[in-house]
């Protein structure tokens, strides 16, 4: 996540937030008794842990907290079917892993899928950068084999992301994680991906990105083994990714996500998951970070 004021507050906003001079903050942050950090000489306070701060200095009882039953973020086919079929009555708003970890935060949606790839491995950082010490759990969903999409039988013998400079490309939207993802990987291959032809319309959805090869708008683009292979499409493998879930705590225990946990534990889940190229979810479930307690 960038340094951005969306998740950062200066030394003067906090001043206002808790109605104290400002001197006051820079006393607090040098007796190590408020979340902060340093960089070039300025003081950041992380907007979500200063709200934990905060939470956890009052007294008195807890409202629960009322979260819309929606699930955002990344789309993934597998997990929009068991939303679906498991009857747990929980909405889909899927619009990139990005846009899905923001609405979170902002405590908007109950649930979000998750792959964003980072130096040290998917998901862990960006979690903790938006939702830092909140009560959340990040649970594992499953590995998926990601690359290039192309035409049955692969006509234009792409092989990989070096083969694109000439050719049409379906890109995704920008708060898509696989959107920046491909950007990296582009760099790596000498390849500029926002110079690439193709559509000018982003698609939102691993299906939506994956239709757009197979009606010929585009001759590759990005997305995952199990969508070609429904599709009937050409897949060139790049990566295997982590795509987890990541809930309020509190919601895990609530009816709408229990009918959807005992759904994916159900045979007619993993025998749906079976049927789908480049899945593996024999890590489902697993708790991957468990934030602070209440």
């Known amino acids: 996540m960038t340094l951005s004021g969306e998740h950062y507050l200066t030394t003067r906003e906090l001043a206002e937030l808790l109605r104290i001079k400002e001197r006051k903050i820079y006393d607090l942050a040098a007796n190590g008794e408020v979340p902060c950090i340093r960089v070039v000489g300025k003081l950041l306070f992380p907007r979500a842990e200063i709200e934990t ?91 998926r084999q990601r690359g290039l999409l192309v035409a049955f039988g692969n006509p234009k013998s792409i092989a990989g992301i070096a083969d694109l400079a000439e050719l049409r490309f379906a890109k995704r939207q920008h708060s898509a994680a696989s959107s920046q993802l491909f950007d990296s990987l582009s760099r790596d291959a000498g390849i500029d991906a926002g110079a690439l032809d193709g559509p000018r319309t982003a698609a939102r959805t691993e299906d939506d990105v994956a239709l757009m090869v197979l009606e010929g708008q585009a001759d590759a683009a990005f997305g995952l083994a199990g969508v070609a292979k429904r599709l009937g499409l050409g897949f060139v493998p790049l990566l295997t990714e982590q795509f987890d879930l990541l809930v309020w705590r509190h919601c895990v225990f609530e009816a709408p996500f229990q009918r959807l946990i005992r759904f994916l534990g159900s045979n007619q889940f993993q025998s749906k998951a079976l049927t789908l190229d480049g899945y593996d979810i024999a890590e489902l479930g697993t708790v991957r970070l468990n934030g602070a307690a209440r």
Do not use: T, Y
Request: aromatic fraction near 8%.
């Open 53 to 143: 701060w905060l939470a956890n200095a009052r007294s008195g009882p807890v409202a629960p907290l009322e979260i819309p039953d929606v699930f955002a973020g990344s789309h993934d086919p597998l997990l929009e079917w068991a939303l679906r079929e498991s009857g747990c009555g929980i909405a889909a708003m899927f619009d990139g892993s990005f846009d899905g970890l923001q609405r979170f935060a902002e405590g908007k949606v109950l649930a979000c899928g998750l792959h964003i790839h980072q130096d040290d491995g998917w998901n862990l950082n960006a979690v903790r950068d938006a939702v830092g010490g909140q009560p959340v759990v990040l649970l594992g969903f499953a590995k």
